[in-house]
Protein backbone atom coordinates (compact mmCIF):
# COMPACT_ATOMS: atom_id res chain seq x y z
CA UNK A 1 0.00 0.00 0.00
CA UNK A 2 2.73 2.66 1.03
CA UNK A 3 4.48 2.06 -2.35
CA UNK A 4 1.43 2.51 -4.45
CA UNK A 5 0.78 5.81 -2.55
CA UNK A 6 4.58 6.54 -3.19
CA UNK A 7 4.10 6.30 -6.47
CA UNK A 8 0.62 8.32 -6.76
CA UNK A 9 2.64 11.05 -4.97
CA UNK A 10 5.39 11.18 -7.24
CA UNK A 11 3.34 11.51 -10.57
CA UNK A 12 1.22 13.88 -8.36
CA UNK A 13 4.71 16.11 -7.55
CA UNK A 14 6.15 16.06 -10.94
CA UNK A 15 4.51 16.12 -13.75
CA UNK A 16 5.52 14.47 -16.76
CA UNK A 17 5.48 17.31 -19.31
CA UNK A 18 8.41 18.93 -18.96
CA UNK A 19 10.58 21.60 -20.36
CA UNK A 20 12.35 19.01 -22.96
CA UNK A 21 9.42 17.83 -24.17
CA UNK A 22 7.88 21.17 -25.00
CA UNK A 23 11.17 22.01 -27.14
CA UNK A 24 11.02 18.77 -28.01
CA UNK A 25 7.44 19.58 -29.49
CA UNK A 26 8.65 22.64 -30.50
CA UNK A 27 11.47 20.93 -32.82
CA UNK A 28 9.17 18.20 -34.34
CA UNK A 29 6.82 21.15 -35.57
CA UNK A 30 10.00 22.77 -37.15
CA UNK A 31 11.05 19.82 -38.98
CA UNK A 32 7.42 19.71 -40.17
CA UNK A 33 7.70 23.23 -41.48
CA UNK A 34 10.88 22.56 -43.36
CA UNK A 35 10.25 18.94 -44.55
CA UNK A 36 7.03 21.11 -45.91
CA UNK A 37 9.36 23.85 -47.33
CA UNK A 38 11.75 21.04 -48.92
CA UNK A 39 9.22 19.08 -50.44
CA UNK A 40 7.64 22.31 -52.44
CA UNK A 41 10.60 24.03 -52.90
CA UNK A 42 11.43 24.65 -56.52
CA UNK A 43 15.25 24.99 -56.09
CA UNK A 44 17.16 21.64 -54.92
CA UNK A 45 20.05 22.27 -57.66
CA UNK A 46 20.82 25.53 -59.81
CA UNK A 47 22.86 26.57 -62.63
CA UNK A 48 23.75 29.88 -63.18
CA UNK A 49 20.31 31.08 -64.72
CA UNK A 50 20.02 28.10 -67.12
CA UNK A 51 18.99 25.32 -65.25
CA UNK A 52 17.24 23.99 -61.96
CA UNK A 53 16.14 20.82 -60.65
CA UNK A 54 13.41 20.46 -58.04
CA UNK A 55 11.60 17.11 -56.61
CA UNK A 56 8.84 17.49 -59.09
CA UNK A 57 10.71 18.74 -62.38
CA UNK A 58 13.59 19.78 -64.26
CA UNK A 59 13.83 23.25 -66.24
CA UNK A 60 16.04 24.59 -68.46
CA UNK A 61 16.71 27.94 -70.94
CA UNK A 62 18.55 27.34 -73.80
CA UNK A 63 21.19 29.91 -74.60
CA UNK A 64 18.85 31.26 -77.90
CA UNK A 65 15.58 31.63 -76.07
CA UNK A 66 13.98 33.29 -73.19
CA UNK A 67 11.96 30.25 -72.84
CA UNK A 68 12.15 28.16 -70.40
CA UNK A 69 11.56 24.48 -71.04
CA UNK A 70 10.78 22.11 -68.51
CA UNK A 71 9.98 18.25 -67.92
CA UNK A 72 9.29 16.41 -65.04
CA UNK A 73 11.70 14.31 -62.89
CA UNK A 74 9.64 11.57 -62.04
CA UNK A 75 10.47 9.53 -64.97
CA UNK A 76 14.14 8.52 -63.45
CA UNK A 77 14.32 6.11 -61.02
CA UNK A 78 16.82 7.87 -58.13
CA UNK A 79 14.42 10.86 -58.58
CA UNK A 80 11.02 8.92 -57.67
CA UNK A 81 13.31 7.23 -54.82
CA UNK A 82 14.37 10.48 -53.29
CA UNK A 83 10.95 11.65 -53.12
CA UNK A 84 9.76 8.70 -52.19
CA UNK A 85 11.86 8.37 -49.00
CA UNK A 86 11.31 11.70 -47.83
CA UNK A 87 8.09 11.93 -48.14
CA UNK A 88 7.76 8.87 -45.80
CA UNK A 89 9.94 10.49 -43.58
CA UNK A 90 7.89 13.73 -43.92
CA UNK A 91 4.89 11.72 -42.71
CA UNK A 92 6.20 9.75 -39.97
CA UNK A 93 7.31 13.78 -38.76
CA UNK A 94 3.60 14.87 -39.09
CA UNK A 95 2.11 11.76 -37.32
CA UNK A 96 5.32 11.64 -34.32
CA UNK A 97 3.95 15.70 -33.88
CA UNK A 98 -0.35 14.67 -34.23
CA UNK A 99 1.06 12.05 -31.03
CA UNK A 100 3.25 14.32 -29.60
CA UNK A 101 0.20 17.11 -29.47
CA UNK A 102 -2.14 14.72 -28.65
CA UNK A 103 0.25 13.26 -25.53
CA UNK A 104 -0.01 17.41 -24.26
CA UNK A 105 -3.63 17.61 -24.41
CA UNK A 106 -4.62 14.83 -22.99
CA UNK A 107 -2.99 13.64 -18.89
CA UNK A 108 -0.98 10.26 -19.97
CA UNK A 109 1.92 11.86 -21.83
CA UNK A 110 4.90 9.56 -20.51
CA UNK A 111 3.61 6.93 -22.14
CA UNK A 112 3.58 8.23 -25.99
CA UNK A 113 7.31 9.54 -25.46
CA UNK A 114 9.14 6.36 -26.35
CA UNK A 115 6.47 5.72 -29.59
CA UNK A 116 7.06 9.57 -30.91
CA UNK A 117 11.17 8.85 -30.34
CA UNK A 118 10.84 6.03 -32.44
CA UNK A 119 9.23 7.46 -35.38
CA UNK A 120 11.45 10.70 -35.59
CA UNK A 121 14.01 8.22 -35.66
CA UNK A 122 12.96 6.26 -38.39
CA UNK A 123 12.00 9.43 -40.20
CA UNK A 124 15.65 10.37 -39.87
CA UNK A 125 16.62 7.53 -41.52
CA UNK A 126 14.43 7.87 -44.18
CA UNK A 127 15.60 11.30 -45.00
CA UNK A 128 19.26 11.29 -44.24
CA UNK A 129 19.21 8.45 -46.62
CA UNK A 130 17.29 10.28 -49.78
CA UNK A 131 19.44 13.24 -48.67
CA UNK A 132 22.82 11.26 -49.19
CA UNK A 133 21.17 9.31 -52.56
CA UNK A 134 20.11 12.85 -54.30
CA UNK A 135 23.49 14.27 -54.57
CA UNK A 136 25.27 10.97 -55.61
CA UNK A 137 22.16 10.04 -58.33
CA UNK A 138 22.65 13.66 -59.81
CA UNK A 139 26.12 14.51 -60.24
CA UNK A 140 26.69 10.22 -61.19
CA UNK A 141 23.08 10.94 -64.10
CA UNK A 142 23.30 14.73 -64.59
CA UNK A 143 26.11 15.99 -67.46
CA UNK A 144 26.65 19.64 -66.02
CA UNK A 145 28.92 21.51 -67.98
CA UNK A 146 28.37 24.59 -66.13
CA UNK A 147 28.93 26.13 -62.34
CA UNK A 148 26.34 24.37 -60.34
CA UNK A 149 25.13 24.18 -56.65
CA UNK A 150 23.00 22.46 -54.66
CA UNK A 151 19.74 25.08 -53.36
CA UNK A 152 17.95 26.28 -50.35
CA UNK A 153 15.76 23.71 -51.19
CA UNK A 154 18.09 20.38 -49.91
CA UNK A 155 19.12 22.70 -47.25
CA UNK A 156 15.43 22.87 -45.78
CA UNK A 157 15.56 19.10 -46.18
CA UNK A 158 18.83 18.75 -43.73
CA UNK A 159 17.39 21.13 -41.92
CA UNK A 160 14.02 19.20 -41.34
CA UNK A 161 16.41 16.04 -40.37
CA UNK A 162 18.28 17.67 -38.04
CA UNK A 163 15.12 19.18 -35.85
CA UNK A 164 14.01 15.53 -36.20
CA UNK A 165 16.87 14.08 -34.77
CA UNK A 166 17.31 16.48 -31.94
CA UNK A 167 13.57 16.20 -30.93
CA UNK A 168 13.54 12.34 -31.14
CA UNK A 169 16.27 13.24 -28.60
CA UNK A 170 14.60 15.25 -26.10
CA UNK A 171 12.08 12.47 -26.37
CA UNK A 172 14.21 10.00 -25.25
CA UNK A 173 15.29 11.99 -22.62
CA UNK A 174 13.99 10.46 -18.87
CA UNK A 175 12.81 13.29 -16.70
CA UNK A 176 13.34 11.17 -13.44
CA UNK A 177 16.67 11.47 -14.02
CA UNK A 178 16.75 15.36 -14.45
CA UNK A 179 14.40 16.47 -11.31
CA UNK A 180 16.63 19.07 -10.00
CA UNK A 181 16.47 21.00 -13.50
CA UNK A 182 12.93 22.05 -13.32
Not at 25 to 40: K, N, W
Not at 144 to 159: D, K, S, T, V
Request: net charge negative; aromatic share 14%.
Amino acid sequence: MSSAVTETEESARSSPLTPLKLVGLVCVFLALCLDVGAVMSPAWVTADDQYYLSLWESCWKPTSTENWQCSSTLGSDWQVATLALLLGGGALVLMSFLVALVAVCIGTRRRFYAPVAFMLFAAVVLQACSLVLYPIKFIESINLRIYHEFNWGYGLAWGGTIFSFGGGILYCLNPRNYEEYY
